[in-house]
T-cell receptor, first 113, second 114 residues
Framework: AQSVTQLDSHVSVSEGTPVLLRCNYS??????LFWYVQHPNKGLQLLLK??????LVKGINGFEAEFKKSETSFHLTKPSAHMSDAAEYFC???????????FGKGTTLSVSS | DTAVSQTPKYLVTQMGNDKSIKCEQN?????MYWYKQDSKKFLKIMFS???????INETVPNRFSPKSPDKAHLNLHINSLELGDSAVYFC?????????????FGSGTQLSVL
């Protein structure tokens, strides 16, 4: 069965420093992978998605993620954190039927000034 | 205009009651979903539905039932509410399946069962 594991439940960075949110996936097929962000008291918003095209995927707000099949990873990065990046981030894989998204448990990103 | 809207935003009710959460999307999407987010922020699919097929997560109790009066609406009805039903429920929609399509989420309904 497919699954995602977010390796850190909480990441804290200073404004202006790089962000790394780690995600490993498990799948018996070539998955579609996503990162979603949830700001406090808001719905989820798609940051970026990987669907078997380029392995380095660029998303909104300066985020990007690299699909590494050999490591079964899809880590999310950003060169320089902003205060507005503080939120909950979810790594997501689609199920094989393509009918549902399977969410990781989330990583809370805190950004300090 | 809000793409996916849910009402109510907050719902507080007693155990044993029956309640509904409404969801509407104005994007013309074919597929709508309900997700449950527990207190640990874990999101889990409950249902996906288009005008052809309802797919139910087998772990969802049959007290939960989606009702779709038309393509733009997918309401969630819950019978005999239990304490464990307390969570945030998110409605979402997409054009077609999720594999290649972006999901648009509503802002959530926080359900508290007392």
């Amino acid at each position: 069965a497919q699954s995602v594991t977010q390796l850190d439940s909480h990441v804290s960075v200073s404004e202006g420093t790089p962000v790394l949110l780690r995600c490993n996936y498990s799948s018996s097929y070539s998955p579609s992978l996503f990162w979603y962000v949830q700001h406090p008291n808001k719905g989820l918003q798609l940051l970026l998605k990987y669907t078997s095209a380029a392995t380095l995927v660029k998303g909104i707000n300066g985020f990007e993620a690299e699909f590494k099949k050999s490591e079964t990873s899809f880590h999310l990065t950003k060169p320089s954190a902003h205060m507005s990046d503080a939120a909950e981030y979810f790594c997501v894989v689609s199920d094989q039927a393509g009918t549902a998204l399977i969410f990781g448990k989330g990583t809370t990103l805190s950004v300090s000034s | 205009d809000t793409a996916v809207s849910q009402t109510p935003k907050y719902l507080v009710t007693q155990m044993g009651n029956d309640k509904s959460i409404k969801c509407e999307q104005n994007l013309g999407h074919d597929t709508m979903y309900w997700y449950k987010q527990d207190s640990k922020k874990f999101l889990k699919i409950m249902f996906s539905y288009n005008n052809k097929e309802l797919i139910i997560n087998e772990t969802v109790p049959n007290r939960f039932s989606p009702k779709s009066p038309d393509k733009a609406h997918l309401n969630l009805h819950i019978n005999s509410l239990e304490l464990g039903d307390s969570a945030v429920y998110f409605c979402a929609s997409s054009q077609g399946g999720v594999t290649n399509e972006k999901l648009f989420f509503g802002s959530g309904t926080q359900l508290s069962v007392l």
